[in-house]
C-alpha cells in the first residue's frame, strides 16, 4: 500500500478527529463508495449520517461547516456525505476547512471531478483534509488489492485465486470485500487466524462469487418480485454499493436476457436458448433466467436498458439527490415484470 493510501486508511479506521474532510474523486465510483462506508463504520453503531448535494450547499454555503460542529439532538454521533461532490460546493467546503471548529466529518464523493477544479484544490490545501482519487484497480495492483484485502481479514491466497476473485468481482472493490466477507466467513478466518483459500472455496459458496453481491437483486428485479428487489437495495446500499454499479450489473443482465429473447423470438425454443447460452447463465441460475424470460419481450428490454442507462445519467447530474431515483427506476422495472406473470 502507497504511503498516502495507507494514511487514508488508518485516518478512516480510526475516525481520526484531526480530519474533517474526506474527498474521494475520479472513476471508481463504487471504490469511493466503499471508502465512505468504512468511515461510517468507525464511527459506530447507531451513528446518524447526515445527507447534502451540491446544489444544496451552492444556496447556503455555511450550512456544511454549521453542521459539522452541530451536536445530534440525541446527543449521538454523526457524519456528513456530501454526494455528488462538484464544484457548486467548493465555497461550503472551505468554510468548513477554515472554520474555528468542526466535530462531525464529511466524505465528499466526486466521480465527476478532476485534479484542477476547485473543489479539489480547496481540498488539497488544507491540513485538515485527505483527497484522494480513485481508480479501478488493474493487473498486478488489483491482484494485489485483493491479497491485502484477504490478509486484512486473516485470508492468505495464492496470485491465481487472487486474480479469479478480482475478475468475477468486475474490478469493483466494494463487490470484492463483500466477496472477501464472505470467504472469511466460510473458512472461518480472522487477522489472529489465518486461513488459506483456493479455488475450492471459490467453487463452494458458487454463484456468490461468481456474480458478485448483486445476483439476487438482479433475480428480484427481473423476476418481478418488487418487496425483495426493495430490501435488497437498502442492504446493498447499508453495505456502500449504491448508484452507477447496481445499475450497469442490472444493464448487463438486461442485455443478457435480451440477447436470449431475441433469439427466442427469432424462433429458437427455449431449451435451444439456454443450452447456446453456454457460461453465460450459471447453472444455478437456470430456473430463474428461464422465468424472467417469460415475463418480458425483447421490445420491453430494450426500454428497460434505456431507463437504466438515463438512470445513470441523471445520477450523475450536477445537484442530483443520491440514489433515490435510481432506486425507483429499479423498482419500477421489477413492478413491470411483477405485472407480466
Same mark, same amino acid.
Given at each position: 500500500?502507497?504511503?498516502?493510501?495507507?494514511?487514508?486508511?488508518?485516518?478512516?479506521?480510526?475516525?481520526?478527529?484531526?480530519?474533517?474532510?474526506?474527498?474521494?474523486?475520479?472513476?471508481?465510483?463504487?471504490?469511493?463508495?466503499?471508502?465512505?462506508?468504512?468511515?461510517?463504520?468507525?464511527?459506530?453503531?447507531?451513528?446518524?449520517?447526515?445527507?447534502?448535494?451540491?446544489?444544496?450547499?451552492?444556496?447556503?454555503?455555511?450550512?456544511?461547516?454549521?453542521?459539522?460542529?452541530?451536536?445530534?439532538?440525541?446527543?449521538?454521533? !454523526?457524519?456528513?456525505? $456530501?454526494?455528488?461532490?462538484? +464544484?457548486? =460546493?467548493?465555497?461550503? &467546503? #472551505? /468554510?468548513?476547512?477554515?472554520?474555528? %471548529?468542526?466535530?462531525?466529518?464529511?466524505?465528499?464523493?466526486?466521480?465527476?471531478?478532476?485534479?484542477?477544479?476547485?473543489?479539489?484544490?480547496?481540498?488539497?490545501?488544507?491540513?485538515?483534509?485527505?483527497?484522494?482519487?480513485?481508480?479501478?484497480?488493474?493487473?498486478?495492483?488489483?491482484?494485489?488489492?485483493?491479497?491485502?484485502?484477504? !490478509?486484512?481479514?486473516? $485470508?492468505?491466497?495464492?496470485? +491465481?485465486? =487472487?486474480?479469479?476473485? &478480482? #475478475? /468475477?468481482?468486475?474490478?469493483?472493490? %466494494?463487490?470484492?470485500?463483500?466477496?472477501?466477507?464472505?470467504?472469511?466467513?466460510?473458512?472461518?478466518?480472522?487477522?489472529?487466524?489465518?486461513?488459506?483459500?483456493?479455488?475450492?472455496?471459490?467453487?463452494?459458496?458458487?454463484?456468490?462469487?461468481?456474480?458478485?453481491?448483486?445476483?439476487?437483486?438482479?433475480?428480484?428485479?427481473?423476476?418481478?418480485?418488487?418487496?425483495?428487489?426493495?430490501?435488497?437495495?437498502?442492504?446493498?446500499?447499508?453495505?456502500?454499493?449504491?448508484?452507477?454499479?447496481?445499475?450497469?450489473?442490472?444493464?448487463?443482465?438486461?442485455?443478457?436476457?435480451?440477447?436470449?429473447?431475441?433469439?427466442?423470438?427469432?424462433?429458437?425454443?427455449?431449451?435451444?436458448?439456454?443450452?447456446?447460452?453456454?457460461?453465460?447463465?450459471?447453472?444455478?441460475?437456470?430456473?430463474?433466467?428461464?422465468?424472467?424470460?417469460?415475463?418480458?419481450?425483447?421490445?420491453?428490454?430494450?426500454?428497460?436498458?434505456?431507463?437504466?442507462?438515463?438512470?445513470?445519467?441523471?445520477?450523475?447530474?450536477?445537484?442530483?439527490?443520491?440514489?433515490?431515483?435510481?432506486?425507483?427506476?429499479?423498482?419500477?422495472?421489477?413492478?413491470?415484470?411483477?405485472?407480466?406473470?
Amino acid at each position: 500500500m502507497k504511503p498516502a493510501e495507507a494514511r487514508l486508511v488508518r485516518a478512516l479506521d480510526a475516525a481520526d478527529p484531526a480530519i474533517r474532510l474526506y474527498l474521494f474523486y475520479g472513476p471508481d465510483e463504487a471504490g469511493a463508495r466503499a471508502l465512505a462506508a468504512r468511515l461510517g463504520k468507525a464511527m459506530g453503531e447507531g451513528v446518524e449520517r447526515v445527507d447534502f448535494t451540491s446544489s444544496q450547499l451552492k444556496s447556503d454555503p455555511a450550512r456544511l461547516a454549521d453542521e459539522a460542529a452541530s451536536i445530534s439532538m440525541f446527543g449521538g454521533r !454523526r457524519w456528513i456525505r $456530501l454526494d455528488p461532490a462538484t +464544484d457548486d =460546493a467548493a465555497e461550503a &467546503v #472551505a /468554510a468548513l476547512l477554515e472554520a474555528s %471548529a468542526a466535530g462531525n466529518p464529511a466524505v465528499a464523493i466526486g466521480p465527476g471531478l478532476r485534479k484542477d477544479s476547485k473543489l479539489v484544490k480547496a481540498a488539497t490545501a488544507s491540513d485538515a483534509a485527505i483527497v484522494h482519487a480513485c481508480y479501478a484497480p488493474e493487473g498486478r495492483d488489483a491482484d494485489g488489492l485483493a491479497a491485502e484485502m484477504g !490478509r486484512a481479514l486473516g $485470508l492468505s491466497m495464492r496470485p +491465481d485465486v =487472487a486474480r479469479r476473485l &478480482v #475478475a /468475477a468481482a468486475s474490478n469493483d472493490r %466494494a463487490v470484492l470485500a463483500q466477496e472477501l466477507k464472505k470467504l472469511a466467513l466460510y473458512v472461518d478466518a480472522a487477522p489472529d487466524q489465518v486461513r488459506e483459500i483456493g479455488h475450492e472455496a471459490l467453487d463452494a459458496l458458487g454463484a456468490g462469487i461468481e456474480e458478485g453481491d448483486l445476483t439476487r437483486l438482479a433475480h428480484a428485479v427481473f423476476g418481478g418480485e418488487a418487496a425483495t428487489a426493495d430490501s435488497e437495495l437498502k442492504r446493498l446500499t447499508s453495505e456502500g454499493i449504491e448508484g452507477v454499479p447496481v445499475l450497469r450489473a442490472l444493464s448487463r443482465r438486461a442485455l443478457l436476457l435480451a440477447q436470449l429473447r431475441g433469439q427466442m423470438e427469432g424462433g429458437e425454443g427455449i431449451d435451444r436458448v439456454m443450452e447456446t447460452a453456454g457460461r453465460a447463465i450459471f447453472w444455478k441460475e437456470t430456473a430463474a433466467v428461464r422465468s424472467e424470460l417469460s415475463r418480458w419481450t425483447a421490445e420491453s428490454l430494450s426500454i428497460a436498458i434505456g431507463r437504466l442507462g438515463e438512470a445513470e445519467r441523471r445520477l450523475k447530474t450536477t445537484g442530483y439527490a443520491g440514489s433515490f431515483v435510481a432506486d425507483e427506476e429499479i423498482l419500477a422495472i421489477s413492478r413491470h415484470a411483477a405485472r407480466r406473470r
